[in-house]
């Protein structure tokens, strides 16, 4: 046998699919072992032998005084050759060669091989995703479809990041590196594949935690986060240790050491809210960097109204009435805001101008029959 080629193809095969090499010698022991089931009803034992440069695969056979053709028996006079003790009756391991294994042994264990490698792959896939559900997986981005559904890389697996799932603005290009949260995992068509999101609230949960011991130990708990993808987050923290101060811990000198997070969320603006018992302390925190000029709550309805300087409105508010909305989520309290000059016009009709909770949950059995298999397929191939 071409021993020195099957060792180089299984070290390829242990870089590439990054499959430990031991793992693939126990594969292809099977195989071999397998092949001769196949062919000839009885599995033999067989032994691989590595070496830096050389790989032997040796089989079990019978030592008798006349084998009749058959490739799991050697005659005495051979065997003695290998091993000068051995006696008829006895068992002996053998190298293989070509009469041993031929043609068909060769295509049935090639076979078996690839039907294997196949089963592990996709078993090392499903524990990698399973390893990291509901929690944060590096990975790189290796295509894009039509419908922009994008294809990422992990070590082991593969996942894909719907479009409903992404975050606005941000770029999703070829050999970029980045975090994404794997919300659930696919089997459909047999292919084991993560779905991902970068637009869940939990994506900064997961960050925050992995990048603050203080939040990792318990000592600064996360109550709640909302978000608004690619615009705001706010993340209302409260503090274990009287002495351990969140807003400073959190941000750092200089917003030191929240940089890391809002670099990987390509600059989106994070805001932090200390927890308190008094609601119009926690909703005039949630807000923001504002003035409040008044603010009146209606306990029955749950209704915070709110005053704010003119100038000072469209800040409050936010794109879109986004930071309003947030702060309405993370207080659990509607919003009603108005400009100081309105107040002063008696006469003006009353605006609408409440703002209540927005939605930030995500559907996770996401529909993924639009995506693009040919490109799946092709992504394993090239691998």
């Known amino acids: 046998m071409q021993t020195t080629a099957l060792l180089s193809a299984i070290r390829q095969l242990a870089y590439e699919k990054g499959i430990p090499q031991e793992k693939l010698i126990e594969i292809l022991k099977e ?30 056979k019978e030592v008798v005084k006349d084998p009749e053709n058959n490739p799991l028996k050697i005659p005495i006079k051979k065997a003695l050759k290998i091993n000068k003790g051995v006696k008829e009756g006895e068992k002996i391991f053998v190298e293989i060669d ?15 091989l690839i039907q294997k490698i ?12 399973q390893a990291h559900l509901k929690d944060l997986l590096q990975g790189t981005i290796r295509k894009r479809d039509e419908k922009g ?14 479009p409903n799932l992404q975050t606005k603005g941000e770029g ?24 991902l999101s970068r637009k869940s609230p939990l994506l900064v949960r997961r960050l925050l ?12 708990e996360i109550l709640d986060i909302s978000r608004q993808a690619g615009y705001k987050t706010k993340v209302l923290l409260k503090s274990k240790i009287p002495s351990l101060d969140p807003i400073s811990t959190i941000l750092g000198p200089k917003n030191y050491r929240i940089q890391p997070i809002i670099n990987e969320l390509n600059g989106e603006r994070i805001d932090i809210i200390v927890y308190s018992d008094d609601p119009k302390t926690l909703i005039i925190r949630s807000l923001g960097n504002v003035r409040i000029l008044n603010i009146e709550l209606d306990t029955t309805n749950k209704i915070a109204k709110i005053v704010v300087p003119d100038e000072q409105l469209s800040q409050t508010i936010g794109k879109e009435g986004a930071n309003a909305k947030l ?17 002063r016009k008696k006469t003006q009709e009353e605006q609408k101008s409440i703002f209540e909770a927005t939605t ?24």
């Open 31 to 60: 195989a071999i072992s397998n092949s001769y089931k196949k062919k000839y009803k009885t599995t033999p034992e067989v032994q691989i032998q590595l070496s830096k440069d050389n790989i032997k695969i040796l089989i079990q």
């Open 98 to 112: 070509e009469d041993d294994f031929g043609r068909t042994e060769a295509l049935i264990a090639r076979q078996l």
């Open 118 to 129: 196949r089963e592990l792959e996709t078993k090392l896939s499903l524990d990698e995703l």
């Open 149 to 162: 559904f994008v294809l990422v890389e992990f070590e082991k697996s593969i996942g894909i990041l719907p």
């Open 172 to 195: 999703y290009f070829v050999g970029k590196k980045m975090k994404f949260l794997v919300l659930n995992i696919s089997t459909e068509k047999g292919t084991v594949l993560g779905i």
């Open 209 to 220: 935690e992995k990048e603050y011991n203080e939040i990792a130990e318990g000592n600064i």
């Open 327 to 343: 702060a309405a989520s993370i207080t659990k309290w509607k919003i009603d805001i108005k400009p100081e000059s309105y107040l």
């Open 360 to 383: 930030t949950e995500e559907e996770e059995n996401i529909n993924i029959k639009d995506v693009d298999w040919k490109l799946i397929g092709n992504l394993n191939k090239n691998n």
